[in-house]
């Protein structure tokens, strides 16, 4: 069974960091792109950061490029978000998906399976 298990997820000051895990199991991580996507309090859930199972990474919205960072740990079948400099903006619930085919996307509708979900607030 697919699964994808998120962690990492926590109260933060601005200006803080995290580091969001996502661990997958069920299926094999060098054969699936794996993105992040968040969604604040009443906003549809948007697309942060991607990384190909090429290796390649793309970060979405302009206002995370500089600050986030995408990688994977094939040998612990795990995909991080590095966050730093954190914004009240990027309070929200951090998901993970998996797709196998078509490449890094951004959009909701490309991903067949999900985390359910950490939480990261940043506030002081």
């Known amino acids: 069974q697919l699964q994808l298990v998120e962690s990492g997820g926590d109260l933060v000051q601005p200006g803080g960091s995290l580091r969001l895990s996502c661990v997958v199991s069920?299926?094999?991580?060098?054969?699936?792109?794996i993105a992040w996507f968040r969604q604040a309090p009443g906003k549809e859930r948007e697309g942060v950061s991607c990384?190909?199972?090429?290796?390649?990474?793309?970060n979405y919205p302009d206002s995370v490029k500089g600050r986030f960072g995408i990688s994977r740990d094939k040998a612990k079948n795990t995909v991080y978000l590095q966050m730093n400099g954190l914004k009240p903006e990027d309070t929200g619930v951090y998901y993970c998906a998996a797709r196998a085919w078509g490449g890094c996307s951004g959009y909701v509708s490309d991903y067949a399976y999900w985390g359910q979900g950490t939480q990261v607030t940043v506030s002081s």
């Open positions: 990384t190909s199972r090429s290796g390649g990474s793309t």
């Open positions: 069920g299926f094999t991580l060098e054969y699936y792109h």
